[in-house]
C-alpha cells in the first residue's frame, strides 16, 4: 500500500495550491497549479512533464478521507511557469520561493536530526560549517584560515580552538 501524506495548503487570491514534501522535495497538486496558473485544460499539465517530475501519490486528510490526486515537483512547478508564460507568473514563482516553500520546508523541520549547513564568521571570512548532533563541524579545508588567524596579533585575544 502506497503512503499516505497530510498536504499543507496554499491560499493565493481563491485559488488553493496543496503541497508535500517527499524526502524533502517539495510536490505540488498538478491540478491545483494549473488553476493557480490559469492554464486552459488542468488535466493535461502533468503530461507535459518529464517522467521525473511528475508522480501519483495519496493524501490524506484530517477528516481521515483519502484521495489519489498527481503531484509534479518544484522544477515542474517552474517549468510550467515558463511554458504557459504570463506576467503574472513573475509574481507566482516570487511567492513561491519567498512564502510557499520556505513554510513547506518549516513543517517538517526537526532539529538536529539532519546535518544543517550554517556559516560562521572568523578573521574577518565566512566560513561554512555543519551544524549536527549540537556540534559544529568544519571542513578541512577551511582548518587553515582558523590556524592562521592566531598569527595576527589582532585576533590573539579573541576567542580560539586551541582555548576550547
Known amino acids: 500500500m502506497q503512503n499516505a501524506y497530510k498536504p499543507v495548503v496554499f491560499q493565493r487570491h481563491t485559488y488553493q495550491l496543496r503541497a508535500i ?13 494549473a488553476r493557480l496558473i490559469n492554464a486552459r485544460r488542468p488535466y493535461r499539465l502533468p503530461k507535459r512533464m518529464d517522467p ?6 495519496i493524501l490524506e486528510y484530517a477528516s481521515g478521507m483519502r484521495e489519489e490526486v ?6 515542474g512547478a517552474y517549468k510550467a511557469l515558463y511554458r504557459f508564460w504570463h ?12 512564502e510557499v516553500l520556505p513554510t513547506l520546508h518549516d513543517t517538517q523541520h526537526t532539529p538536529d ?4 549547513r550554517a556559516f560562521m564568521t572568523w578573521a574577518n571570512q565566512r566560513i561554512g560549517v555543519i ?3 549540537g556540534e559544529i ?20 585575544d579573541a576567542p580560539s580552538w586551541r582555548s576550547i
Open 87 to 98: 506576467p503574472e507568473h513573475r509574481h507566482i514563482a516570487k511567492w513561491l520561493s519567498d
Open 131 to 133: 551544524k549536527w548532533q
Open 113 to 116: 536530526t539532519n546535518p544543517q
Open 21 to 33: 514534501l517527499i524526502e524533502r522535495q517539495p510536490w505540488f497538486v498538478a491540478h491545483d497549479f
Open 70 to 75: 498527481e503531484a509534479i515537483s518544484e522544477s
Open 137 to 156: 563541524w568544519i571542513a578541512r579545508r577551511d582548518l587553515p584560515t582558523l590556524l592562521a588567524a592566531q598569527d595576527d596579533w589582532a585576533l590573539r
Open 52 to 57: 521525473e517530475q511528475k508522480r501519483a501519490l
